[in-house]
């Protein structure tokens, strides 16, 4: 007897085919945007552990989900062809059977993107901050059981058929996804309030004594801006999930997307963080007196003066803690440098005496 789609597989073809579409269209972005972070980490070398495994973790994190856009294509193919072939039914199930899998698997890019940003919160965090990276550290590990739950059941129920039907099963999986989404959205929230505590007591530290806006200002809000835009993906994920369509909800929509947003928030910021670097090195560097110091500011002496008094000058070096080659931390222990001696050049061509 041959197979007769009733009609509502017709909408439901057309809402996967919206999917696609969408998530075809920040694929297109996250490739450009790989292309490019791939790039400048290549340029500057990839000679540190740090570096080689931001390198390898964001080409898994994007063939990942190359991987799950080219099944999201043969998936919505195969609709269609059973939707107007319904003879096709074999080559159907052989490729819709997997589909659950394939969206428990694209998980694992919010864990990566996730345990990214609390290891940049890490980094860049003051000392008396440590403390509270407990708390993103806590909600990381409770994404990742989540996740790995989600995956380990998604398994269970393609190798032995009929496993889903259990009264259990459908419960678990909500409580892992929801659970695994809130506590992502909270890991988040938390290491994006521990690096705006950093930015704020780096402004008010520079500020309270210079009265403007360095370099290192500029890049620890600039993570804080875009760690708060990854939240506000996250918190759309769960607004998606309670708004309910005539097939599905919206976040059968939106959770491609923003696995796709997890994946390319990395590169985004290093490229972010490296064009704000390359922008003010320019001024730094090409700004004439206003910040280099001249030999006859630094040699002139007047009489009663020690000669050496320019040679007494130093110029205190930020701590390096982490080795965080990414283009991130090294950049803001460069900044935090050149704010100093960027200011102690401006009082000495002021005629101010070294200290």
């Known amino acids: ?25 920040f694929f297109g972005a996250y490739t450009i945007l790989i292309l490019l972070s791939t790039r400048v980490l290549l340029k500057r070398g990839l000679q540190s552990g740090p570096a080689k495994a931001l390198f390898y973790i964001g080409l898994g994190m994007y063939f990942l989900t190359m991987a799950h856009w080219a099944y999201s294509l043969a998936d919505v193919f195969a609709r269609q062809q059973m939707f107007i072939f319904p003879e096709t039914i074999p080559y159907y199930s052989h490729v819709i059977d997997p589909y659950n899998l394939f969206n428990a698997l694209i998980l694992l ?6 345990g990214i940003v609390v290891w940049r919160s890490s980094v860049i965090c ?6 509270f990276l407990l708390i993103p550290v806590a909600f990381l ?19 032995a058929p009929g496993f889903s ?24 929230l938390s290491s994006t309030a521990v690096v705006g505590a950093t930015a ?50 919206l976040g059968d929509i939106y959770i491609p997307v923003n696995t796709q947003v997890a994946g390319a928030y990395a590169p985004i910021v290093l490229l ?23 030999s006859r500011n630094l040699n002139a002496h007047s009489p009663g003066q020690s000669r050496d008094a320019g040679s007494a000058i130093q110029f205190p070096v930020r701590p390096m803690r982490n080795s965080f080659d990414s283009g991130i931390s090294s950049v803001l222990d460069v900044e935090f440098a050149q704010d100093v001696k960027a200011n102690k050049f401006g009082d000495l061509e002021a005629g101010d005496p070294p200290a």
């Open 200 to 249: 704020w007591r780096h402004r008010r530290d520079i500020q309270a004594a210079f009265q403007k806006q360095t370099n290192a200002d500029r890049i620890l809000m600039l993570l804080l801006e875009s760690g708060l835009l990854y939240a506000i993906s996250g918190i759309t994920v769960i607004v998606s999930m309670l708004v309910h369509l005539p097939h599905g909800t």
């Open 165 to 188: 039907s259990g009264k259990g099963f459908v419960m678990l999986i909500n409580i892992l996804q929801v659970g695994g989404v809130g506590a992502s959205l909270i890991s988040n």
């Open 141 to 159: 590990i409770l994404t990742t059981f989540a996740v790995t739950g989600t995956i380990g059941l998604r398994i269970a129920d393609l190798a």
């Open 126 to 131: 003051s000392r008396d901050h440590r403390k």
């Open 272 to 294: 972010l963080v490296r064009k704000q670097k390359s922008i003010n090195d320019t001024d730094f560097l090409g700004s004439g007196s206003s910040t280099t110091p001249s």
């Open 109 to 114: 890019n919010i864990t990566a993107s996730d």
């Open 1 to 25: 007897m041959a197979y007769t789609p009733e009609p509502d597989e017709g909408l439901v073809v057309v809402y996967f085919s919206y999917a696609l579409v969408v998530q075809t269209f």
